[in-house]
């Protein structure tokens, strides 16, 4: 029963910091979305979810967009999607540094570009092999997108896997090399090439967060999946067999 006279969207003090983390954490995970769907799965009212939403705006961690029109709209403002700026994603920390920026010049520097792109191919194949046998057990490209985006999430990615179309759609919503990717793309270009060698089809990058966009975005088509032997995949993705 509530108590007349309470504000009944008000968060208790001690419960805002963590209460406004969890609100960064959904728009990083489906952003852009809307603050009601936010209020709904954090067992808020909209009016509280919004409070935090616009704080994280006047600090420029998060920023809105109009939502598409699907059909015909009554009067009244159209809803506003938010999401979280490159300052908002960054509260969730970063898998690099400034060392990591320098280490890589350097072997720019030393080997060339080739070099840089063998160990982006090494790094990324390790990364696959930790996770091949759980995505390419699944039967179809549906469930092998979601294995990717169950793999991706445990390595700090935070991604998801949805149906768009003729294909499944992979969303990166962090990357925790966007900075250095952003220098060195080589970095995303053997990661791609690493999705297409574990889904056993030919994947497109349509938008990546090192080049400025809100989300990592990877089309993978309904195809039949084409058998790939260990060794193929390493080099597929710039690395080489064990």
Do not use: W
Request: proline share 5%; charged share 20%.
């Amino acid at each position: 029963m509530k108590n007349t006279g309470t504000d009944s969207t008000a968060v208790p003090a001690g419960h805002d910091g963590r209460t406004r983390h969890s609100v960064a954490r959904l728009l990083l995970e489906q952003g852009p979305v809307t603050a009601a769907a936010v209020a709904e799965q954090l067992g808020l009212s909209p009016t509280a979810v919004r409070r935090h939403i616009d704080a994280l705006v006047a600090d420029g961690e998060a920023t809105s967009r109009e939502a598409p029109r699907r059909g015909t709209r009554g009067r009244g403002r159209p809803a506003k999607l938010f999401l979280l700026t490159e300052q908002g994603r960054a509260r969730f920390g970063h898998a690099y540094d400034d060392l990591a920026v320098a280490a890589l010049r350097f072997l720019a520097e030393q080997g060339g570009e080739e070099a840089v792109r063998a160990f982006a191919g090494r790094r990324v194949a390790a990364f696959v092999d930790r996770h091949r046998a759980a995505i390419v057990a699944q039967p179809d490209a549906a469930g092998r997108a979601k294995a990717l985006a169950s793999a991706l999430t445990r390595e700090g990615y935070a991604a998801s896997a949805r149906h768009v179309g003729a294909g499944e759609q992979l969303c990166q919503h962090l990357c925790p090399v966007a900075h250095v990717a952003a220098e060195f793309p080589q970095l995303c270009e053997t990661e791609t090439a690493a999705f297409a060698a574990v889904l056993g089809t030919h994947v497109q990058r349509l938008a990546t967060i090192a080049r400025g966009d809100a989300v990592c975005t990877t089309h993978i088509p309904n195809t039949p999946r084409t058998t790939l032997g260990d060794a193929e995949n390493r080099t597929a993705v710039g690395g080489e067999p064990a």
